[in-house]
């Protein structure tokens, strides 16, 4: 059946592993006291291609170590588990949303390095608070570009989406708010870290391609070896797509759509006060 063919202990991690995309197709062998075991093709939505050719391979494989040439009637079944829709879509929807995320809010935190080339920022900083509403201002604007971008890239793909739960719509607004947090702090963090945009442009670009590859925003996560899909958890990406993925494909509300909620809240509030550091310490010169 090909080098990628892999057997698992439990039909509920079969089953998973096909509802999840990474595997195409899943065949369960079920026993049937006093008849030969039972075969069952299992696909998920947008997989029936996949699930019709492992059928069509199985059927003359069953037929034959059953000692019929043909058999009579059709001896290996398929049954579609998981929810409607397509799981590709659904899946690019949260990693694409989350690349494009991080790519605006890089692209928008510049506009403090224009302010503080200009002297702008310095003026500003002689009001109450100093620089620190400032900077959470700027979190807030480039929070609020990001949630609307994801919810731009989830309604063009609305028609792909299994029908979601009011729950599943709020854990994914919720997810996408802090998708968009996260990425206004380690913006501003490394535009704090640069002393012009010919130097922020390069640095920024080439932090965000990576934390996109690494975190399966560029390939499936489920695609990759498991060396980089370990290493993809460095990344908020991994952590946002596994979060979308949970709540709106399987639709359960995991401990680890928490743990991602709370590595996102985490990065935001380490590159904002990363950022009002770097900040302060320029301005104390």
Do not use: K, N
Not at 250 to 257: I, L, S
Request: glycine content about 10%.
């Amino acid at each position: 059946m090909g080098a990628r063919l892999r057997t698992v202990e439990r039909a509920e991690d079969l089953e998973r592993s096909v509802i999840d995309g990474r595997a195409d197709a899943g065949v369960l062998i079920r026993p049937s006291p006093g008849r030969p075991p039972q075969i069952v093709v299992l696909s998920a939505a947008g997989r029936d291609v996949a699930a019709a050719a492992l059928q069509a391979r199985l059927e003359p494989m069953v037929a034959a170590l059953s000692g019929q040439v043909a058999p009579p009637m059709a001896r290996v079944a398929r049954v579609q588990v998981g929810p409607s829709g397509d799981v590709q879509a659904a899946y690019y929807a949260g990693a694409v949303s989350v690349m494009f995320v991080f790519f605006a809010a890089m692209h928008g935190a510049m506009g403090g390095l224009d302010e503080r080339r200009s002297g702008l920022q310095a003026r500003l900083a002689l009001a109450r608070g100093g620089l620190a509403p400032i900077l959470m201002g700027r979190a807030a604007w480039l929070t609020v570009v990001g949630v609307m971008q994801s919810a731009a890239v989830f309604v063009a793909a609305w028609a792909r989406l299994p029908d979601l739960a009011p729950w599943q719509v709020g854990a994914a607004v919720v997810t996408a708010l802090l998708v968009g947090f996260s990425a206004a702090g380690l913006a501003l963090a490394l535009t704090a870290a640069c002393r012009s945009r010919e130097q922020a442009q390069p640095l920024t670009t080439f932090v965000v391609l990576l934390l996109a590859a690494l975190g399966g925003s560029m390939a499936p996560r489920f695609l990759m070896p498991e060396a980089f899909r370990a290493l993809g958890w460095i990344t908020p990406h991994a952590w946002a797509i596994e979060a979308y993925q949970a709540v709106i494909w399987r639709a359960e509300f995991a401990p680890g759509v928490l743990a991602g909620w709370a590595i996102l809240t985490g990065l935001g509030l380490a590159g904002l006060a990363a950022s009002l550091a770097l900040e302060r310490r320029r301005a104390a010169r």
